[in-house]
């Protein structure tokens, strides 16, 4: 601890004065710097091992989205009163939703500054509240936010004094949407301490998920209606929400009513502030507690053991079958995709009818492709088990690939079962039905044969909601990724995909997908052959790119 800035420049001989060490050495400003060196430091030593060309581009469209949001906001002078008012109130509390929900869709809230790391430092709840939120403000993402938010005061703000109330809300609303951000984070990960409550924030999570993807679905239409009625009801609620209050603080600021804008941003502050207090209490709470209460799983002893397989093959796939039932992260993100594509799916059918509709349901594999990219980077830490008995191969690759047909095909089934339900066409349905298993069998096949070569570290732990790889262009090479993966799965299912469909009124269609099932499993056997020629004798290879180190 020589030389650290937690350190009391005298030599504490008592408890009394390890206590003031936390308590007076440290203002909240010089923990807030702390936090903000605190999380370049670590980022540093990361692109120091792993190259800076995916930071660049992290960066490049980080400095994107802001220039877009300021944009955005800035232009707002030209706009009527009415969409004028609309644009500010839907967008600030988006902001927040957004700000909020997002990152648990995209590998989890950023915890590049892990909170656990700083236990035994002798922190105050303010002190803590103030590294963590150094930390947390100053990653691209969120200083995108923050530049967003200056197009507030450019687009808002009054020649007078109200242009001090815009200044106070735009900084209102940041904080708020950080400390909102960070709490919901906090409370998701101390509920993962226990079964029931990580199976509820699991679930909440990807209620969630639907909830801000439909969200961000209507903010045109709602702008568009707005530009041609007099108000929006819709609005009118929104502006009643926190995010609300500071967006009616500009408004009133604006046409020179002070005190109703005075009050709201205060009323804004105040909220902020709790946020940033609750999130600081949630995380002292959580970091007292051990790392790991609940078990994640059935217990050791029960189910057929490994050995009775009746080939190596068989072992593979038994190990794997038993880590779907104990993986926390497998679960969460099984019960996240089921939710989100049954919603995707009946969001876009609602105006659609027809034989056709059905297929729809196809679009809730697009949830699992993401996953099925990373079969060797998944739960890295654990690799070097395989390594010691002479893998991974080509044996240990299918069975892991085997693992991940749950996540994907799921998914399609029960969306296709919910429009039979709703829309009828059983038809249909069913053929989609058996198409799943296939169009699922092709993305890991794919996923097989990729992810050797660029496999990105990820921890399965008992927080699924935490993200420590940011700020390092990992987030970018996932976008790219997954989008590139899309596509190519398409290609390949589209041989089974189309003449079902086209066929979809005739008796023998439900012959095509048995058909299509031997493409399939074709493509599956040539992604897994040339994945397992590509990691053959490469286990200490694999260990050093995917070590404890790139995950932590």
């Known amino acids: 601890m020589s030389g650290s800035p937690f350190q009391h420049e005298e030599n504490v001989g008592n408890e009394e004065n390890v206590e003031n060490v936390g308590a007076h050495h440290l203002s909240t400003a010089e923990c807030a710097g702390l936090g903000v060196r605190l999380r370049w430091r670590l980022v540093r030593n990361t692109l120091a091992r792993k190259g800076k060309t995916l930071f660049v581009l992290t960066m490049v469209a980080a400095s994107l989205a802001a220039l877009f949001g300021l944009a955005t906001f800035g232009l707002a002078r030209t706009y009527d009163p009415i969409p004028q008012r609309a644009l500010i109130v839907v967008v600030m509390t988006m902001i927040v939703v957004g700000w909020t929900f997002a990152p648990l869709l995209a590998g989890g809230t950023d915890e590049t500054v892990d909170p656990t790391r700083l236990v035994l430092l002798p922190l105050t709840t303010r002190q803590l509240t103030a590294v963590l939120a150094g930390g947390a403000a100053s990653s691209p993402a969120v200083c995108a936010v923050g530049i967003a938010l200056i197009g507030v005061v450019i687009g808002y703000a009054p020649a007078n004094f109200g242009a001090v109330i815009v200044v106070a809300d735009a900084v209102g609303l940041f904080v708020l949407g950080l400390g909102i951000a960070r709490t919901v984070a906090a409370g998701l990960a101390r509920a993962q301490r226990s079964r029931k409550g990580r199976d509820v924030a699991v679930l909440a999570s990807a209620l969630a998920a639907v909830t801000v993807w439909l969200a961000t679905q209507a903010i045109g239409p709602i702008l568009e209606v707005a530009h041609r009625n007099r108000s929006m009801r819709i609005v009118d609620v929104l502006s009643w929400l926190p995010p609300g209050w500071l967006a009616r603080s500009v408004l009133d600021a604006g046409a020179g009513r002070w005190g109703p804008s005075i009050g709201f941003c205060i009323a804004g502050l105040v909220a902020a502030s709790a946020m940033l207090l609750l999130w600081g209490r949630m995380t002292q709470r959580m970091m007292e507690q051990s790392e790991r209460i609940a078990a994640s799983g059935s217990p050791s002893g029960t189910g057929a053991p490994l050995g009775s397989a009746a080939s190596p093959f068989g072992a593979a796939v038994a190990k794997e079958v038993r880590y779907l039932r104990r993986s926390p992260l497998r679960r969460t993100q099984l019960l996240i995709f089921t939710v989100m594509g049954t919603a995707l799916t009946v969001f876009q059918a609602v105006r659609l009818h027809g034989s056709a509709l059905p297929f729809m349901a196809l679009i809730a594999t697009v949830f699992g492709v993401g996953p099925a990219m990373n079969i060797i980077g998944f739960d890295s830490p654990s690799l070097w088990l395989e390594v010691v ?164």
């Not at 044969?449 to 699924?464: H, L, T």
């Not at 993966?485 to 995909?497: C, D, E, N, Q, R």
């Not at 299509?516 to 040539?526: E, K, P, Q, R, T």
Request: hydrophobic residues 50%.
């Open 389 to 552: 008995v002479g893998g991974p191969d080509r044996t240990m690759l299918r069975a892991r690939s085997l693992g991940y047909l749950p996540q994907l095909a799921v998914p399609t089934i029960v969306a296709a079962v919910v429009l039979g339900v709703w829309k009828g066409n059983w038809p249909s349905v069913i053929a989609v039905v058996m198409l799943a298993p296939s169009v699922a069998l092709i993305a890991v096949g794919l996923g097989a044969c990729v992810s050797p070569r660029v496999p990105i570290p990820q921890r399965d732990g008992d927080n699924a909601f935490a993200w420590r790889n940011a700020s390092t262009g990992k987030g970018c090479i996932v976008g790219v990724y997954v989008f590139c993966s899309l596509i190519v799965v398409g290609i390949l299912a589209a041989p089974i995909i189309l003449p079902t469909l086209a066929w979809r009124e005739r008796s023998w269609v439900f012959a095509v997908p048995v058909v299509g099932a031997a493409w399939a499993l074709s493509v599956w056997f040539v992604g897994t052959s040339l994945g397992g020629r590509s990691i053959r004798h490469k286990g200490p290879e694999l260990l050093s790119e995917l070590s404890n180190k790139a995950v932590s």
